[in-house]
């Protein structure tokens, strides 16, 4: 949730072609990592950063790269002072259009590594629409600092290639004032009064993460060690005044969420989990092993779903990025979808397809207000548009119809293999369906389709009757939504002789009209489309 808050069995993996974002990739350089020092001071909002750049050139006869960086613009954005490489040379550099472009005296060989160091300063853009680093007061009247770079505002701050293609490892070297806690990434590696009455704060993450992953917390928190769960060392870190609401409302749903994506999906990717209260956002924001959560959430009650969704995201989002921004669902489908599974896991079926059915109608709404919509995006371009609650909500769904066909065996072992594939990288639609038809053995091409690519949702409408002659139940059922018919394995339950529980017949309808016609040895009490609910669509069915 964000604040809105191959070969495939010896054949040829067919699949058209492929969209993309259109933020300018560099295939010729691979960010390492990424070292940023900052200076945060209470009596002006300007930050002073030297952020290092570690860089691996892939390619010959790169003669310029360039660094994402917010312009000045109106006394808001970053001043460079200067750009150096190796022992402190300095590094011809433009910085113009939010992109600091940077000219090495030498061109790097391919295979070959190079430090470069930018020395900047300025205002970030705090609460609007550009913000990377929001400075402000809390809900309790206090200063704070926190980073929001989704999906590409990590520039507005910090000198990094802004897009999940490209991941680093990275680290945070804080100084500020000594009153305030600093939280980020990975693990503490440093504290140090520095006498000045500032304080010194490292912390580094080993584990490759995308650029608007990278998180800092400045506040004044209570910071609460709360053991471990699969392993993983659980934090929160909420204002002082929330201690005791910030222990009910995340230890408990945490430790649930972690402990049942560690055993279904596999080992946790980061070295802790934090739980952090923060100002500026709604919802919740899932930084690498830092998770942000809106200071309205912390509350006498557990936060379970918001938990479940957010810490779902640090195997999908965070660990198995999307190589591209069209692909989105790949984080926030399944997140969705996840959430529910942990629904299903700890409060049971019921629960499980009471959300599936909020969720179906929360699609089919959206889809009459937005017709044109798909799952995918198409060469996205305005990152405002990266987010809607067709890639949340029918993105979870495609996943639960994903599990209708190949079965929950072979579902959970696909997502099994999927994660192990591509952990601490990124994939695409195209990986998944790969990895997912590899171990089902099935061709998936079909689904991906008509459910990613395909606007809009089936509209099934049908009737039944009982023929004694026959002996047969008499199904029909015609697809009436505009254009062609969709592929829809659907099921049939039907209740005879008051049994507790439907026979289920399954059939499949790929045509606009067809009849059906199932044994039966007297007239069921109940014939009923879709028991199990495992499709989406709009269904009207009825006794003729």
């Not at 990613?452 to 409408?461: A, K, M, T």
Request: proline letters at 6%; one cysteine or more; charged letters at 25%.
């Amino acid at each position: 949730m964000k604040p809105y808050c191959l070969l495939f069995l010896g054949m040829t993996l067919s699949m058209p072609p492929a969209f993309a974002d259109t933020y300018p990739r560099q295939p010729g350089v691979d960010a390492q990592h990424y070292i940023f020092r900052l200076t945060l001071r209470d009596d002006t909002d300007e930050i002073s950063g030297e952020a290092t750049a570690v860089l691996l050139f892939v390619k010959e006869g790169v003669t310029q790269f360039a660094l994402d960086l917010a312009s000045p613009v109106n006394g808001k954005g970053m001043n460079v002072s200067e750009v150096t490489s190796g022992g402190g040379s300095p590094v011809l550099h433009s910085h113009t259009g939010d992109r600091l472009v940077i000219s090495p005296a030498i061109p790097p060989k391919a295979g070959e590594r190079r430090q470069f160091t930018v020395r900047y300063h300025g205002v970030p853009n705090s609460f609007t629409p550009a913000a990377g680093l929001r400075i402000g007061t809390n809900k309790f009247g206090e200063r704070t600092f926190f980073s929001l770079n989704w999906p590409d505002r990590a520039r507005q701050w910090l000198p990094i290639i802004d897009h999940p293609y490209d991941k680093a490892t990275s680290e945070f070297w804080i100084t500020a004032p000594a009153k305030y806690q600093v939280v980020a990434n990975g693990l503490l590696e440093e504290e140090t009064d520095l006498g000045d009455g500032n304080r010194l704060t490292h912390w580094k993450q080993s584990v490759p993460i995308a650029s608007w992953l990278n998180a800092i917390g400045v506040a004044q928190f209570a910071s609460r060690h709360f053991g471990t769960a699969a392993g993983v060392p659980l934090e929160t870190w909420v204002f002082h005044q929330d201690r005791d609401p910030g222990i009910v409302t995340f230890e408990v749903p945490t430790r649930q969420a972690i402990e049942f994506y560690s055993d279904h999906v596999g080992r946790y990717p980061y070295e802790k989990l934090a739980a952090v209260e923060a100002a500026g956002l709604g919802g919740g924001t899932e930084h690498a092993s830092a998770i942000f959560y809106g200071q309205a959430s912390v509350t006498n009650r557990p936060a379970t779903g918001l938990v479940a969704h957010e810490i779902a995201h640090q195997w999908f989002g965070d660990s198995i990025t999307e190589k591209d921004w069209d692909d989105v669902w790949l984080s926030e489908g399944f997140a969705t979808y996840f959430t529910l599974l942990s629904t299903e896991q700890y409060e049971g079926r019921d629960a499980f397809v009471a959300g599936l059915k909020r969720s179906r109608d929360r699609v089919l709404a959206i889809e009459k207000q937005n017709p044109g919509m798909a799952v995918l995006h198409n060469n996205l371009s305005d990152m405002s548009k990266v987010l809607n609650q067709i890639v949340y909500q029918k993105g979870a769904w495609v996943l639960h119809m994903l599990r209708a066909e190949i079965g929950t065996e072979k579902f959970w072992a696909g997502i099994r293999d999927y994660y192990r594939r591509y952990r601490d990288s990124s994939a695409s639609t195209a990986d998944f369906r790969a990895v997912m038809e590899e171990d089902s053995g099935m061709d998936l091409g079909w689904l991906f389709d008509q459910w990613l690519r395909r606007p809009g949702s089936p509209v099934v409408e049908g009737t039944w009757r009982y023929n004694p002659g026959s002996q047969k139940v008499e199904v029909d059922l015609a697809q009436t939504q505009p254009g062609d018919a969709y592929r829809l394995p659907l099921e049939v339950g039907v209740s005879v002789d008051g049994a507790r529980q439907p026979k289920i017949e399954k059939l499949v309808l790929a045509e606009k009209r067809r009849r059906f016609e199932i044994a039966a040895g007297k007239e069921p009490e109940a014939v009923v489309l879709d028991p199990n609910t495992w499709v989406l669509m709009t269904a009207k069915f009825d006794k003729r």
